[in-house]
């Protein structure tokens, strides 16, 4: 491998080109700061794209900021930090404007203004939209306001490492997917935006891509990582793809029905029904479905029935949803109920910032240098479970405030310059040759369909101190197992092979902390449910988890305090 | 959904090619069964994961929505990831044969490389040009019917199926392609947008703009996402005009030759239409007007006979222009 490699200098290198990393790096670039973006897809293929349902924003005049705080604290089962959250509630209505100035198409009202529908948990009709594909306009908007501006982009590019040295990050190894040559991106700030760990599930609505890199590459140097128990589980994933049905069709009147033809959400949330939260709604189908009033051909989903809307409204502001229910089901949602079931999506926990964006170190330091935002951090504004609509607005608003952020960091001179030598890239180029070479017996796919399966078994809707003590045996029992896999790509050329092979090797390291986490914390709270701990422990558990692990790969965790504020934790009833 | 899952097998031969190692591209066979509730992508992954783990593909979101898996089934352009496999079997039989997108412009297996593409993409400005407020405290008021005026082109996922499936691309290097053109139009009728001029002199020149379309619709077919950008072309040709931009050339003379000669007959007059469009190169055509005068196809222009509603015909002309010429 050339050990004579390239080093380009920037002022800030962002990892991920979705919502967050376009919308800093538009920042950073317009006032003079010279920014790389790195991405191993095109930035128009980033997972933000496939967001459907809207993006919240208390916009209307019968709506308060207050109320969208309180919502997405309950929401949160009191684990979201309340300065981050009111920041992020009070700055919405004007994200929400700037990027219709930048020309976000959003559907609209007969008086011109922007029209917004009801979301699960929210006490107001709050989430703007753009029919059913709200995710994609934001995408395109941003990246194409980044692009108009003169970001640099570089796509298909593996970041496979991080510069961390004498607490602080100098920058990031990365190789070009298409030939295998690698480059030192060397920096004052780095920023990670790399999205969420999903794909560590069997069912889930998550891209190909959302393999959690940067976690792994955080938690390798010894790094904390937060909160990572909290996995939301969406009740409206296609059956058996696990393919997002947007909430959407819930805030447009969707009603679950089980296989006795009962609208069983009366039994667990009497008044939200179908608008309850993600995780209450997801635990009522499970149950359904474990107490044998399941349907489809694996009795292991229930029907969504959406024929009362009509042709029309379907057709108006549900048309990709319809699509996909033909592709994947080969169900017409205007004819017929559809067949869902809970499935992994969005990522509550992540790398640990606080509210401008700044990665911990631990629960009272810093890293110098190092940034993160969107769904691969955690904040928290979404605690123990995301309310509908408001990853799309943490995205775009928590994206543009860290960069502001590492603006005034860089402005105000507290960024050392970063140092950087060859050997810097020694873990990152060791790591590719030592896969490349691999001639064991194991192959990726297996494993990865194994790590899949026991995660949404053993750590998934439901979990025991049993089933989390056996996914620890598993994840044990898969790690070493991946130290025997075989490469059949040699070639230098797009080796998806080898690319596989590393973001199992990320997948396998974030899932431990998953497991830990969840065993950790002997209580149920927003997503993560525990059946021998079914109430929430308040006491000892109204705190977050900062894990860090160990060259041996042991996981030790600490506590942090929760940002408390003017809205004290309640029961959470809907 | 039936209450068992039905599976069928398949039978594919894939196109295999490595840039760095290989000569020539060649083709091998797999035998792959698949159930009904599986797309093509899901094939791809299974030819990856459970035959050959050196196929190359790009692949991400699953659903349609980022545009990465487009390939071609039996010469027939789709995104792997939203065509059902049941269908494909249903228009083609058992037997298949992929290929990537583009042949000549492939990297490894499936993947090629897109450069052209992106640089006509970059080409039209495609983003909204507009001072942008950066702290608003009001958004841009836009009527529903403004909004539905995008005509779902802002649904472009930019998986480049339209492009490599169009003939006049594959002819014309210098074409935009209908991609491209598709995302004029998005910007072009947005009412926010304030570039509309600047990018009709971008893509009204002949030889690679929007006058080189030969309305073959097929990336009308090709398109995954309905956005039909044969239409969206069609829009810009008339905003050439209503905007007063466009240049006089064959092209645009062909256009207007049409309402001249409706406006004058109330039929068309193909010889005339020919002689308008091409000027003094009329001539090299005599031949086959010779050919065509003598089956009584075209009139002497002092024979071109009259509608007997011309006047009516003229009125609905005056009142449906949108554009002076």
């Known amino acids: 491998m050339n050990e004579n490699i390239p080093i380009h200098e920037y002022d800030v290198v962002i990892v991920g080109s979705g919502i967050a990393g376009c919308s800093a790096a538009r920042e950073l670039h317009r006032n003079g700061k010279k920014v790389a973006v790195i991405t191993k897809l095109h930035p128009l293929r980033s997972h933000s794209g496939a967001a459907q349902g809207g993006i919240n924003a208390a916009l209307s005049k019968d709506d308060e900021i207050d109320l969208h705080m309180f919502d997405t604290i309950k929401g949160s089962d009191y684990l979201g930090d309340q300065d981050a959250i009111e920041l992020m509630c009070t700055k919405a209505p004007e994200t929400i404007r700037w990027i219709e100035r930048m020309g976000a198409a959003f559907t609209r009202n007969n008086d011109g203004t922007i029209a917004q529908r009801p979301f699960g948990g929210q006490s107001k009709p709050r989430a703007c939209y753009a029919k059913d594909r709200t995710g994609l306009t934001l995408l395109q908007t941003i990246f194409e306001q980044a692009h108009r501006d003169g970001v640099t982009f570089f796509d298909e590019w593996y970041v496979s490492d991080i510069i961390y040295k004498e607490g602080k990050v100098h920058g990031v190894v990365a190789y070009n997917i298409r030939d295998l040559e690698f480059a030192i991106f060397k920096s004052k700030a780095t920023m990670f935006a790399t999205g969420g760990y999903g794909r560590a599930f069997k069912v889930n609505s998550n891209a190909h891509a959302n393999t959690g890199d940067a976690l792994s590459i955080v938690a390798r140097h010894g790094l904390p990582l937060e909160d990572m128990e909290f996995v939301q589980f969406h009740p409206t994933g296609l059956a058996g793809s696990g393919i997002l049905i947007s909430e959407a069709a819930r805030g447009e009147g969707g009603k679950l029905f089980n296989s006795e033809g009962e609208r069983f959400m009366e039994r667990y949330a009497p008044n939200k029904m179908e608008l309850a939260p993600r995780d209450v709604v997801s635990r009522s189908i499970q149950k359904e479905v474990l107490e044998g009033r399941g349907v489809g051909p694996n009795k292991d989903a229930v029907f969504i029935d959406l024929t009362h809307l009509g042709e029309k409204v379907i057709m108006e502001k549900l048309p990709e949803l319809r699509d996909l229910a033909l592709t994947f089901l080969g169900l017409d949602m205007i004819k017929e109920p559809i067949l869902i079931s809970p499935t992994a999506h969005y990522s509550m926990g992540g790398i640990p910032v606080n509210i401008d964006g700044k990665v911990r170190k631990s629960c009272s330091d810093f890293v110098e240098g190092f940034y993160a935002a969107g769904e691969c951090s955690c904040v928290s504004v979404h605690g123990a479970n995301r309310l509908g609509a408001n990853s799309l607005l943490e995205a775009l608003f928590f994206g543009r405030h860290t960069g502001e952020s590492i603006l005034r960091d860089l402005n105000d001179k507290k960024l050392s310059n970063p140092n950087v030598v060859f050997e810097d890239a020694k873990r990152a180029l060791e790591e590719v040759e030592k896969i490349l070479k691999s001639n064991g017996s194991e192959k990726i796919a297996k494993i990865r369909e194994e790590l899949q399966e026991s995660m949404t078994n053993d750590a998934g809707v439901f979990r025991t101190k049993e089933s989390l003590l056996r996914q620890q045996e598993k994840l044990n029992e898969l790690k070493a197992r991946f130290e025997n896999i075989r490469i059949d790509d040699k070639s230098k050329v797009f080796n998806t092979d080898l690319q596989e092979a590393i973001e199992l090797g990320h997948m396998l390291d974030y899932s431990f902390f998953i497991v830990e986490g969840a065993l950790i914390r002997e209580e149920s709270r927003g997503a993560h449910y525990r059946e021998d701990f079914p109430n929430r422990d308040d006491d000892k558990f109204l705190k977050h988890t900062i894990a860090f692990m160990d060259e041996n790969g042991k996981i030790s965790t600490q506590f942090l305090d929760v940002a408390l504020g003017k809205f004290e934790p309640q029961p959470r009833t809907y | ?325």
């Open chain 2, 1 to 325: 959904m039936a209450d068992a899952i039905e599976t069928k097998k398949i039978y594919l031969k894939v196109f295999r090619f490595n840039h760095e190692t290989d000569y020539l591209p060649y083709y091998k066979n797999y035998e792959v069964v698949v159930s009904q509730d599986e797309v093509m992508l899901d094939v791809l992954n299974k030819i990856k994961w459970e035959f050959d783990s050196t196929f190359s593909y790009r692949r991400s979101c699953r659903h349609g929505i980022c545009g990465s898996c487009g390939i071609k089934v039996n010469n027939r352009a789709t995104l792997a990831c939203k065509e059902r496999v049941f269908d494909m079997i249903e228009l083609f039989g058992n037997e298949m044969t992929i290929e990537p997108q583009s042949r000549k412009r492939v990297i490894k297996d499936m993947v090629i490389d897109k450069k052209d593409f992106w640089d006509k993409y970059n080409a039209v400005k495609p983003y909204m040009i507009t001072a942008v407020d950066e702290h608003p405290d009001s958004e841009n008021y836009m009527s529903p019917h403004d909004y539905e005026n995008l005509k779902e082109a802002d649904i472009c996922v930019q998986c480049g199926n339209c492009y490599y499936a169009c003939p006049s691309v594959e002819v014309n290097e210098d074409y935009l392609g209908p991609a491209s053109l598709a995302k004029t139009y998005r910007f072009n009728f947005d009412t926010r947008d304030e570039a509309k001029i600047d990018r009709l002199d971008t893509v009204n020149d002949l030889g690679s703009g929007i006058w080189d379309c030969v309305k073959c619709y097929e990336c009308a077919e090709a398109c995954p996402k309905g956005v039909n950008p044969i239409e969206k072309i069609t829009y810009l040709h008339t905003q050439t005009f209503q905007e007063g931009r466009a240049k006089s050339n064959v092209a645009t003379r062909h256009a207007v030759g049409f309402k001249t000669s409706i406006n004058m007959h109330g039929f068309l007059d193909e010889g005339m239409l020919v002689a308008y469009s091409e000027g003094i190169g009329v001539l090299k055509h005599l031949p086959e007007a010779f050919k065509m005068f003598r089956k009584g196809k075209i009139a002497m222009p002092w024979n071109m006979p009259k509608s007997k509603n011309l006047d009516e015909i003229k009125k609905l002309i005056k009142s449906s222009s949108s554009a002076k010429f």
